[in-house]
């Protein structure tokens, strides 16, 4: 069975983990939480990040026994499907700690070839992104709309996202910052939460280096199917993680990766 043709299967599993998502993560935001820290430099996690991905995962094990499971926060897990679940119980744990609405949930499917569907929930606001092979689209208990990306050709008229202003090494910084100079408006710290707003089509480009691919799977489903570019900084595929080039338009991401390239 084609994916395209199964979206109708996929579709209440994915929003029952999101579901799930929200009702565990909004029992700790903006309230008192112990803060680990993953290393030495500050990687921080929390009893939220890991019952979340606990209670996402108690649900695939009763709906989705054949697929495996990705996540952030405990050991993969095989499957007999073909279908792997890639799950980022709170990305942005950095703002989460900070009281911010800018973290969300990330929710990917993926098979041999890719992403093939991606939620990226933001529980404390109620938006829910959705891309899958029949489209994009944003949701809030009041309100719908599809999605699609805007079409900036030009890096002069763009907005550019990053997470860090640092972006990863000396050497990832001084590229995205070469691009970031050419562009109109840069800003950052909103993890997935940019990635999201780019299928919206508010902003233009997100940039970004050392990431996992529970990072990326799903903002790469959503923004494929809200009509955007996801790849690696050298145009090859990006749900390996590592550094991301997301852009609205095929001008704009020829654009940024000559800068890249230096």
């Not at 993953?38 to 979340?52: I, L, S």
């Not at 991905?53 to 009763?62: C, G, S, V, W």
């Not at 710290?189 to 940039?207: K, R």
């Amino acid at each position: 069975m084609s994916f395209a043709a199964d979206v109708a299967a996929i579709r209440p599993v994915a929003h029952a983990l999101a579901d799930a998502a929200r009702t565990t993560t909004l029992r700790h935001f903006r309230l008192p939480i112990d803060v680990e820290s993953k290393g030495t430099a500050f990687d921080p996690v929390t009893v939220a990040d890991r019952e979340t991905e606990a209670a996402m995962r108690d649900l695939l094990a009763r709906l989705r026994p054949g697929d495996a499971i990705l996540g952030e926060e405990a050991a993969p897990k095989s499957g007999t499907s073909g279908l792997t679940w890639v799950l980022d119980p709170i990305d942005g744990t950095r703002g989460f700690v900070s009281g911010t609405p800018t973290w969300g949930v990330l929710i990917g499917l993926m098979d041999e070839a890719g992403p093939i569907y991606g939620i990226v929930d933001q529980p404390f606001t109620g938006e829910r992104f959705e891309g899958s092979a029949e489209g994009a689209v944003w949701t809030r208990p009041d309100a719908r709309r599809d999605l699609r990306v805007r079409g900036t050709t030009m890096l002069a008229e763009a907005t550019i996202f990053t997470t860090f202003p640092e972006v990863g090494t000396t050497e990832e910084g001084a590229a995205f910052h070469r691009v970031a100079r050419a562009c109109r408006l840069t800003r950052y710290g909103m993890d997935c939460y940019a990635y999201a707003l780019l299928a919206a089509g508010h902003v233009d480009l997100v940039i970004e280096a050392g990431l996992h691919p529970y990072d990326i799977v799903a903002p790469i489903a959503l923004i494929e199917a809200a009509g955007g570019i996801v790849t690696d900084w050298t145009g090859g595929p990006a749900h390996g993680g590592g550094r991301v080039l997301a852009a609205a338009t095929p001008e704009l991401h020829e654009a940024a990766m000559r800068l890249l390239d230096g």
